[in-house]
């Protein structure tokens, strides 16, 4: 699929950017991950769209294992590189709509500032609910689209301006509907404004000097309403800073979810379950452990 290659072009050039990026490595969702989530030493967590990293290395101190997966073959080589001090985490190269894991699999997913990339969100959510154990956690956050027609457009106009692999920041009835599909049911959740480094962001995916004017002025030059919406900074001519919205959501799985993943069938079941099982079944040619 053409938007997967989109995906693999731009995060295999800009790898070591989203390991150092100040929007992945920081902010208070990844303290608010590990209060929110009920972690426990026996725990086995699968963290999609790993990206940098941020999210496995967190877990990773409060549970067995981490299972971390990403598209991009590169990015994972070059975070498991950067993590290598976490031997319980262990990296497997994985499409979010397609996971390699038997059902019922994991205590705890979670999936972080990721799935604007992913072109069928109904496939991300099945593939949850199907690897997600009877009443585990599923932790989701992501950039989202206004309610607005007018600001969701801009928002996705400039989102794809920035980044041509973005498929679509979703609004939260969007995501709404799709969550309840799979009977995932909210526990807690969390909506904000998130601060954008004018400068670092553009740049963490554009190279010409051309293209970044242009993502700028596209901001410079909005209606009124849309630069006070989206909370724009300026000093001088240029775009200090601005703000989108980001949602955080704690899921539960419903234990009588019987429907769920329906539509894209289930895998059989792996015998035993244990961490070992799992580790046998991720190390493949695909998978990098901390060298």
Known sequence: MREKDYVKQVFSKNKDAYINSSTHANGNDLVNMIEWLKLAPDMIALDIATGGGHVAKQLAAHVNEVIATDLTEEMLRNTAKHLQSCENITFTVADAEDLPFANDMFD?????????????????????????RPDGQFLFIDNIAPENTSLDQFNNTLEKMRDYSHVRSRTIAEWTTIFNRQCLQIVKEKRRKKRLPFREWVARTLDSDTEMDRVEKYLLNAAEEIQEYFQVERKEAHVQSFAIDEWMVLFRQNKGASSRSATYGLRPAKQGGSVLLLKAAVLTEHSYRRR
Do not use: N, S
Not at 108 to 132: G, M, N, W, Y
């Open 108 to 132: 705890i997913v979670t999936c972080r500032i990721a799935a604007h990339h992913f072109p069928d969100p109904d496939k991300f959510v099945a593939e949850v609910a199907r690897v997600l």
